[in-house]
Protein backbone atom coordinates (compact mmCIF):
# COMPACT_ATOMS: atom_id res chain seq x y z
CA UNK A 1 0.00 0.00 0.00
CA UNK A 2 1.21 3.28 -0.96
CA UNK A 3 1.63 6.00 1.47
CA UNK A 4 -0.62 8.67 -0.73
CA UNK A 5 -3.39 5.47 -0.19
CA UNK A 6 -2.61 5.02 3.25
CA UNK A 7 -3.13 8.68 3.61
CA UNK A 8 -5.94 9.14 1.95
CA UNK A 9 -7.68 6.17 3.83
CA UNK A 10 -6.70 8.16 7.52
CA UNK A 11 -8.23 11.50 5.93
CA UNK A 12 -11.59 9.15 5.47
CA UNK A 13 -11.44 7.61 8.64
CA UNK A 14 -10.46 11.53 10.67
CA UNK A 15 -13.45 12.73 8.47
CA UNK A 16 -16.16 10.24 9.43
CA UNK A 17 -15.14 10.88 13.33
CA UNK A 18 -15.13 14.58 12.84
CA UNK A 19 -18.13 14.43 11.15
CA UNK A 20 -19.79 12.34 13.81
CA UNK A 21 -18.82 14.45 16.63
CA UNK A 22 -19.92 17.81 14.24
CA UNK A 23 -23.44 16.23 13.73
CA UNK A 24 -24.08 14.39 16.89
CA UNK A 25 -22.18 15.87 19.83
CA UNK A 26 -24.67 14.82 22.73
CA UNK A 27 -24.62 10.85 21.41
CA UNK A 28 -21.43 10.80 21.42
CA UNK A 29 -20.74 11.98 24.76
CA UNK A 30 -23.33 10.02 26.18
CA UNK A 31 -21.84 7.22 24.59
CA UNK A 32 -19.06 7.59 26.00
CA UNK A 33 -19.71 9.27 29.44
CA UNK A 34 -23.35 8.43 30.06
CA UNK A 35 -24.07 9.76 34.00
CA UNK A 36 -22.77 12.70 32.59
CA UNK A 37 -26.15 15.65 32.71
CA UNK A 38 -26.24 19.06 33.11
CA UNK A 39 -23.76 21.51 33.48
CA UNK A 40 -20.92 18.31 32.94
CA UNK A 41 -22.53 17.46 30.12
CA UNK A 42 -23.11 20.44 28.10
CA UNK A 43 -19.33 21.53 29.02
CA UNK A 44 -18.69 17.72 27.25
CA UNK A 45 -20.44 18.36 23.97
CA UNK A 46 -18.63 21.75 23.91
CA UNK A 47 -15.84 20.06 24.16
CA UNK A 48 -16.79 17.67 21.73
CA UNK A 49 -17.15 20.21 19.20
CA UNK A 50 -13.53 21.38 20.21
CA UNK A 51 -11.87 17.93 19.38
CA UNK A 52 -13.89 17.65 16.08
CA UNK A 53 -12.42 21.06 14.25
CA UNK A 54 -8.44 19.68 16.00
CA UNK A 55 -9.50 16.04 14.09
CA UNK A 56 -10.86 18.19 10.99
CA UNK A 57 -7.60 20.35 10.82
CA UNK A 58 -5.92 17.19 11.61
CA UNK A 59 -7.77 15.25 8.17
CA UNK A 60 -7.08 18.41 6.12
CA UNK A 61 -3.09 17.76 7.12
CA UNK A 62 -3.20 14.46 6.43
CA UNK A 63 -4.99 14.93 3.23
CA UNK A 64 -2.12 17.81 2.01
CA UNK A 65 0.92 15.56 2.88
CA UNK A 66 -0.67 12.68 0.36
CA UNK A 67 1.29 14.60 -2.27
CA UNK A 68 4.76 14.47 -0.52
CA UNK A 69 7.73 12.57 -2.79
CA UNK A 70 10.96 10.73 -1.82
CA UNK A 71 11.02 7.89 0.04
CA UNK A 72 12.91 9.33 3.40
CA UNK A 73 10.32 12.19 3.26
CA UNK A 74 7.25 9.28 3.43
CA UNK A 75 9.02 7.34 5.50
CA UNK A 76 9.23 10.43 8.03
CA UNK A 77 5.49 10.69 7.83
CA UNK A 78 4.39 7.78 8.03
CA UNK A 79 6.51 6.52 11.13
CA UNK A 80 5.42 10.08 12.25
CA UNK A 81 1.77 8.77 11.98
CA UNK A 82 2.05 5.29 13.33
CA UNK A 83 3.70 6.47 16.85
CA UNK A 84 1.49 9.67 16.97
CA UNK A 85 -2.04 7.32 16.86
CA UNK A 86 -0.33 5.30 18.49
CA UNK A 87 0.31 7.33 22.00
CA UNK A 88 -3.62 7.99 20.84
CA UNK A 89 -4.82 4.17 20.45
CA UNK A 90 -3.11 3.53 23.66
CA UNK A 91 -4.84 6.48 25.40
CA UNK A 92 -8.40 5.47 24.41
CA UNK A 93 -7.33 2.07 25.06
CA UNK A 94 -6.50 2.36 28.80
CA UNK A 95 -9.35 4.80 29.77
CA UNK A 96 -11.99 2.17 28.31
CA UNK A 97 -10.11 -0.68 29.83
CA UNK A 98 -10.31 1.43 33.19
CA UNK A 99 -13.92 1.68 32.55
CA UNK A 100 -13.24 5.44 32.60
CA UNK A 101 -14.98 5.65 29.39
CA UNK A 102 -16.53 3.81 26.31
CA UNK A 103 -13.87 4.30 23.56
CA UNK A 104 -14.85 1.34 21.27
CA UNK A 105 -14.56 3.34 18.15
CA UNK A 106 -11.86 5.43 18.47
CA UNK A 107 -9.80 2.73 19.86
CA UNK A 108 -10.38 1.11 16.73
CA UNK A 109 -10.11 3.81 14.38
CA UNK A 110 -6.91 4.93 15.79
CA UNK A 111 -5.35 1.34 15.74
CA UNK A 112 -6.18 1.53 12.03
CA UNK A 113 -4.47 3.94 11.45
CA UNK A 114 -1.57 2.91 13.20
CA UNK A 115 -1.33 -0.71 11.30
CA UNK A 116 -2.08 1.00 8.09
CA UNK A 117 0.71 3.36 8.77
CA UNK A 118 3.21 0.92 9.95
CA UNK A 119 2.25 -1.23 6.89
CA UNK A 120 3.27 1.61 4.75
CA UNK A 121 6.43 2.81 6.35
CA UNK A 122 7.57 -1.11 6.37
CA UNK A 123 6.73 -1.81 2.94
CA UNK A 124 8.05 1.28 1.13
CA UNK A 125 11.48 0.50 -0.49
CA UNK A 126 14.11 2.46 -2.11
CA UNK A 127 13.70 1.62 -5.79
CA UNK A 128 16.48 4.48 -7.20
CA UNK A 129 19.53 4.81 -6.28
CA UNK A 130 18.36 8.67 -6.82
CA UNK A 131 15.67 8.45 -4.35
CA UNK A 132 15.29 11.30 -1.33
Not at 50 to 73: E, K, M
Amino acid sequence: MTPKVTLTLISCIGLLFSSAFFLAPEFITLEQFPNAEGKGLEDLVTLRYAVASLIACIVVITFQLRNIDGINRQRSIMLGYAIGFSIVFATNLTLHLNSMISAIPPTIGTGIVVILSLYSFFNLKVTDANED
